[in-house]
């Protein structure tokens, strides 16, 4: 090889190299904030994605962000920790996607780690009134961006009268069952189901209408959905990978399945049982809660009382609910001396996360394909619908568990956010704030949590 091929070859190396890092460098400065930020749960952190990476950066159009979060929320797993997995996918590639994850989520879990390493004959009931009076503010402003999102997504994605109805009936359904987690994937097959049979009518009533006018059986062409320029966003592997990567969490299930009924190595037990719960659950963060509950506490692995403590801190911390498994990890293994402590905690936080990025993962390059598909441009607009929908749902569920202390200090919540006006006022100010006056949404959140903590002093 000639001098000459060698240096283009080690120029090409490097501009390889420096696209790596400045990809890395923007993930790392996009997302190191938001893990200190999420207050108010997978709701709140949809808002938070919505507004950054769509609103902000212009990563990717609402109506690509709507299409993502549809499918996370029909998929086993976190679903706000997918959609920012999948965002940085798209963005950037796998590895920069993986980064973006651990950036999100490694804060968050390493506190819970450590708690879980040390909490022992402790309850919920000994956190002090303050951290929950500033936990109520916080809250507050996260219904109030929620409620921005939600109205943001219908203002650009339900256009049409049809996909207005679709939003509102999963609207109806949602906050109307929403003890049933499960239902989310449902409604997006009704989604898109429903804007299938609308296009179907459109194009028979078109093709009677063109026979009787002109006598051709042939259907006028209908518009088109476009993505707003989404077409040119690809991935860094194949359909066969995506294919590859489902077979692949299949064998792992029913791998842990086995490993859970037979094995007598607590390390594999507790991976198997993670790995087991990460794939099962539908809903995200509601959902897992309970499900831990069932397979951490009534098997006797660990206490209720420490159990409720590192519940009580998840609802007041920022980031995924699903960290809550570090600690969990950490409970169970803390008999063991404080390093297994810890390994428990690394092994049930990969353990519950790792199923879901899989899948999600997989997912990805055959929607991709099929997505541009003029056929799948018509469903994924009611699919989209049916995501506006879910997005009120959850404005709704936050505001019913907003506070967890009244304004007098009265416990036992969580409370309606509507059975304390100064809390209302606060979604109302960070809603208009936020949505007219372009005040960022971390300080509104941030605002929202000093007039709780005002409101403490007060009381």
């Given amino acids: 090889?000639?001098?000459?091929?060698?240096?283009?070859?080690?120029e090409m190396t490097t501009l390889v190299e420096e696209n790596k890092t400045n990809c890395f460098w923007e993930i790392f400065t996009n997302y190191w904030p938001l893990p200190f930020i999420s207050f108010g749960g997978p709701p709140m952190h949809v808002a938070l994605f919505h507004d950054k990476f769509v609103n902000k950066n212009e990563w990717l159009s609402d109506r690509m962000f709507a299409e993502i979060f549809?499918?996370?929320?029909?998929?086993?797993?976190?679903?706000?920790?997918?959609?920012?997995?999948?965002?940085?996918?798209?963005?950037?590639?796998?590895?920069?996607?993986?980064?973006?994850?651990l950036?999100?989520?490694?804060?968050?879990?390493?506190?819970?780690?450590?708690?879980?390493?040390?909490?022992?004959?402790?309850?919920?009931?000994?956190?002090p009134d303050w951290v929950l009076f500033v936990e109520d503010g916080l809250a507050s402003a996260a219904v109030a961006l929620v409620a921005m999102a939600a109205f943001n997504l219908a203002n650009k994605l339900c256009v049409k009268s049809y996909a207005k109805v679709i939003a509102l009936i999963v609207f109806c359904f949602g906050i109307s069952f929403q003890e049933i987690h499960w239902l989310s994937p449902v409604y997006m097959i009704f989604g898109g189901l429903l804007a299938f049979l609308k296009h179907r009518c459109d194009e028979n009533k078109s093709r009677e209408k063109n026979h009787i006018e002109n006598g051709n059986c042939e259907p006028t062409k209908i518009e088109e959905a476009e993505f707003e320029g989404d077409d040119d966003i690809s991935f860094s592997y194949s359909r066969s990978t995506g294919y590859v990567l489902l077979l692949l969490w299949l064998a792992l299930l029913f791998g842990a399945i086995l490993l859970k009924e037979t094995s007598d190595i607590m390390q594999l037990q507790l991976l198997s049982t993670f790995f087991y719960v990460g794939s099962i659950i539908f809903g995200g963060g509601p959902v897992v809660i309970p499900l831990l509950y069932t397979y951490v506490v009534v098997p006797g692995w660990a206490d209720s009382s420490s159990f409720l403590l590192g519940l009580a801190v998840i609802n007041s911390m920022p980031g995924p609910n699903?960290?809550?498994?570090?600690?969990?990890?950490a409970l169970v293994m803390r008999p063991f001396g404080f390093a297994q402590s810890l390994l428990g905690a690394v092994i049930a936080w990969f353990g519950i996360f790792c199923p879901g990025l899989m899948v999600k993962t997989g997912?990805?390059?055959?929607?991709?394909?099929?997505?541009?598909?003029?056929?799948?441009?018509?469903?994924?607009?009611?699919?989209?619908?049916?995501?506006?929908?879910?997005?009120?749902?959850a404005t709704f569920q936050l505001s019913q568990k907003a506070l967890a202390i009244k304004a007098d200090g009265t416990l036992g919540g969580p409370f309606q956010l509507g059975s304390?006006?100064?809390f209302v006022a606060v979604a109302a100010v960070t809603f208009v704030g936020v949505r007219y006056m372009s005040i960022p949404p971390p300080i509104a959140v941030v605002g929202g949590g000093v007039v709780g903590l005002a409101q403490y002093f007060v009381h």
């Avoid at 090889?1 to 080690?10: F, L, P, R, Y």
């Avoid at 699903?322 to 990890?329: H, I, L, T």
């Fill in 322 to 329: 699903f960290n809550f498994a570090a600690f969990c990890g």
């Fill in 70 to 101: 549809a499918i996370s929320a029909s998929l086993p797993g976190p679903a706000s920790t997918q959609l920012g997995y999948t965002v940085a996918l798209i963005r950037s590639g796998v590895c920069a996607a993986i980064f973006a994850f």
């Fill in 1 to 10: 090889m000639s001098t000459e091929h060698v240096e283009k070859a080690d």
């Fill in 363 to 393: 997912i990805l390059p055959l929607w991709r394909h099929y997505r541009g598909f003029p056929l799948m441009q018509k469903v994924f607009e009611g699919v989209n619908a049916a995501a506006v929908g879910l997005v009120f749902t």
């Fill in 420 to 422: 304390e006006p100064i």
């Fill in 103 to 127: 950036i999100w989520s490694v804060p968050g879990a390493l506190f819970l780690a450590l708690l879980g390493s040390f909490v022992g004959g402790t309850s919920s009931s000994d956190l």
